[in-house]
């Protein structure tokens, strides 16, 4: 301590001195408690991860910023007749990336032992796939029902992302396309398929934690997982 310091502590009344012990001592407690156990953000809900419905979308993204399309939109080259009516609009690297994806989904459009997966594969003709951004975050996808535009979040698009990844999540909304209207129901039949398509794409370590949410909800009884999304804004019926 130099000089000068000692001074300013003995011209300092004792009182004086104790608060600032004090407040030394509490804030060196506080950043220990935070170091030991840091604050953990409040969890959303299992039944909202992907939100309930808000027209035109089936999932309510609050806002939808859609990223920049090329002038040249690169031409999609459908791996099957069955995904041949998808649009990937973007740049290049998105369109390859939905074109590795729908190979996958092109597999189980042919047929196989899950037929609400084999059903929910076929229904891409006329729907127009591509990326954005959300003013809710967590949300992968969303559907625009009214003019069949899949919205795919921007993540999905990044280099540790994979295709893999990418077509269960393209499938759940495949489901909606299918059926409109965002009941608790069909969103239930829309999670089954999403999860069908992670246990048959994915390995399990390799499944991103939506595909971990879409399996923990159907694990649960169908009377309680619809219960849970019609509590999370699902219309029941």
């Known amino acids: ?131 954005a951004e959300f003013a809710r975050s967590g949300i992968e996808s969303t559907l625009d029902e009214d003019a069949r535009v899949v919205w795919v979040n921007l993540k999905l698009t990044a280099r540790q992302r994979t295709a893999t990844e990418l077509a269960p999540v393209l499938l759940h909304e495949a489901v909606h396309l299918l059926e409109p209207g965002g009941t608790a129901a069909i969103e239930l039949r829309a999670r089954r398929v999403e999860d069908a398509a992670c246990r048959t794409f994915l390995r399990p370590a390799d499944r991103p934690f939506w595909c971990q949410d879409a399996a923990a909800i159907i694990a649960l009884p169908e009377p309680e997982a619809l219960a849970l999304l019609a509590a999370a804004g699902f219309p029941p019926a």
């Open 1 to 131: 301590m130099s000089e000068e310091e000692v001074r300013l502590r003995d011209a300092m009344p004792r009182p004086l001195l104790a608060v600032f012990a004090v407040l030394a001592i509490a804030g060196l407690a506080a950043t220990v408690a935070l170091l030991i156990r840091p604050p953990q953000a409040a969890e959303v809900p299992l039944a909202e991860r992907r939100p309930a419905a808000r027209a035109p979308y089936d999932h309510d993204p609050i806002e939808v910023f859609p990223a920049p399309v090329p002038e040249e939109i690169p031409a999609f080259r459908a791996p099957c007749e069955e995904v041949a009516g998808a649009r990937p609009e973007g740049g290049p690297s998105f369109v390859a990336r939905v074109r590795d994806a729908m190979s996958l989904i092109c597999g189980v459009a042919k047929g196989g032992p899950d037929a609400e997966l084999t059903r929910a594969a076929r229904a891409f003709d006329g729907v127009t796939i591509r990326i």
